[in-house]
């Protein structure tokens, strides 16, 4: 099984490695880091890199797509011809595409969740019905079909598992996550907004949304709105 995991600049890192370090574990996987070229990525944080290893022209058949998230760069994203012609080329062989965060709306944007149920991230749940999405705020994992979107971050290793059950069974999803000790006892449980405090939620809600600006978007989002409008009027 070829699984693509997605990198693209300002990518979240845990949105990509928390689903590798589950799927690497299931048998016959072949893990490939996949962006327009081969080289190294640099994450949201601008600290951090990771290495693509293959092109698009070189994977255009995948069994397995997982496209992540990002804090400021999601728009860009969506807005990049290159990566959303290869995401529904993609998409129109593959078994299985995931997203996790917001990577939920990059699919979105290449017209793979119209009439699905979806999540994502709390703080993005409201543009899901922008692209024809039914929003499941409540909801950590949403499988419909060969569609399966996770909430935020740390979520995608949840997602993961969920994969590894699916194509394998559930014992070998449970050796996998035994393989990890992936046994989450956070101190807080505050880690969703209807269990966190309201000022909690009102504190993280204004963080997120003032690490999310990135002046691009003021070209991105227009673009995306542009494309989406024509696609409707040519009835694609």
């Keep these: 099984m070829q699984v693509a995991i ?42 951090l890199v990771l290495g693509a290893t293959h092109s698009y022209e070189e994977t255009q058949t995948p069994d397995v797509i997982v496209v992540p998230g990002s804090e400021a760069h999601t728009a860009t994203a969506m807005a990049d011809r290159k990566l959303i012609s290869w995401l529904k080329l993609a998409h129109q062989s593959s078994q299985y595409t995931l997203s996790v965060c917001s990577g939920a709306l990059v699919l979105g944007a290449a017209g793979i969740l119209e009439g699905h149920p979806a999540t994502t991230h709390w703080i993005a749940q409201d543009k899901l019905r922008a692209f024809g999405a039914r929003s499941r705020p409540d909801e950590r994992i949403v499988q419909s079909g060969k569609v ?23 014992e070998r999803a449970e050796r996998i996550q035994l393989l990890m000790e992936y046994d989450p006892q956070p101190p807080f449980d505050a880690g969703h907004p209807r269990k966190a405090s309201e000022t909690v939620l009102a504190k993280a809600r204004e963080e997120m949304l003032a690490r999310s600006r990135n002046p691009r978007n003021l070209i991105s989002v227009p673009r995306i709105l542009w494309r989406r409008t024509l696609d409707r009027i040519r009835g694609k």
């Excluded at 399966?148 to 559930?170: C, F, K, P, W, Y």
């Design 6 to 47: 997605l990198l693209y600049p300002g990518m979240t890192t845990l949105d990509a490695i928390g689903p590798y370090e589950v799927l690497r574990f299931m048998p016959e996987c072949k893990i490939r880091f996949v962006s327009e070229q081969p080289g190294p990525i640099v994450t949201d944080s601008g600290v």
């Design 148 to 170: 399966m979107t996770a909430a935020g971050v740390s979520a995608g290793i949840d997602l993961a598992l969920t994969l590894a059950a699916e194509v394998h069974g559930r």
